[in-house]
T-cell receptor, first 113, second 108 residues
Framework: DVKVTQSSRYLVKRTGEKVFLECVQD?????MFWYRQDPGLGLRLIYF???????EKGDIPEGYSVSREKKERFSLILESASTNQTSMYLC????????????FGSGTRLTVV | QKEVEQNSGPLSVPEGAIASLNCTYS??????FFWYRQYSGKSPELIMS????GDKEDGRFTAQLNKASQYVSLLIRDSQPSDSATYLC????????FGKGTSLLVTP
């Protein structure tokens, strides 16, 4: 069964901490994405990557950075966590072979206190 | 901003009825159109994709696309209580823009 695995289901961090959210896919997909999902705001694209070491800003990149050193792994970094970054973070991957339909990970519920 | 609009609902239909979910989008350059189902507390799962004008059927689900009207719809026939979920419309190229979702409630 193909998978997108996010390292943590729940995470609690303190304001100002540097936070790493990890995502690994085993489908050899070229494209990987980070979204956050908030009630009333839906899914918003933070960053995406279409190849190793490549990255593109999405709609809300401020306060975030990403790293893609290997094809299967895409990391989201909160440089200095703030309370307004409390959210559900969803990683997804896609491939031109699958006509770009996403497979999502199970999500990380991040709370910043 | 590339907008994808959906009615938030809730849309309530009786078991066995047809549920009709609608979506409009602003970016005329969009090439790929998807419907995702999201149960409460879970991540979205892909249920339908459509790329050209017309209808596409898969089991109880039919997706309809009208690029001239910038309109996508999803029909669910013989609705079941297990279909109760939020349905997300997604539009784009290889990076997708999502609507906020329509909540569907199928009542026994």
């Amino acid at each position: 069964d193909v998978k997108v695995t996010q390292s943590s289901r729940y995470l609690v961090k303190r304001t100002g901490e540097k936070v790493f959210l990890e995502c690994v896919q085993d489908m050899d997909h070229e494209n990987m994405f980070w979204y956050r999902q908030d009630p009333g705001l839906g899914l918003r694209l933070i960053y995406f990557s279409y190849d190793v070491k490549m990255k593109e800003k999405g709609d809300i990149p401020e306060g975030y950075s990403v790293s893609r050193e290997k094809k299967e792994r895409f990391s989201l970094i909160l440089e200095s966590a703030s309370t307004n970054q409390t959210s559900m973070y969803l990683c997804a991957s896609s491939s031109h072979r699958a006509n770009y339909g996403y497979t999502f990970g199970s999500g990380t519920r991040l709370t910043v206190v | 901003q590339k907008e994808v609009e959906q009615n938030s609902g809730p849309l309530s239909v009786p078991e066995g009825a047809i549920a009709s979910l609608n979506c409009t989008y602003s970016d005329r350059g969009s090439q790929s159109f998807f419907w995702y189902r999201q149960y409460s507390g879970k991540s979205p799962e892909l249920i339908m994709s459509i790329y050209s004008n017309g209808d596409k059927e898969d089991g109880r689900f039919t997706a309809q696309l009208n690029k001239a009207s910038q309109y996508v719809s999803l029909l669910i026939r013989d609705s079941q209580p297990s279909d109760s979920a939020t349905y997300l419309c997604a539009v784009g190229g290889y990076a997708l823009n999502f609507g906020k979702g329509t909540s569907l409630l199928v009542t026994p």
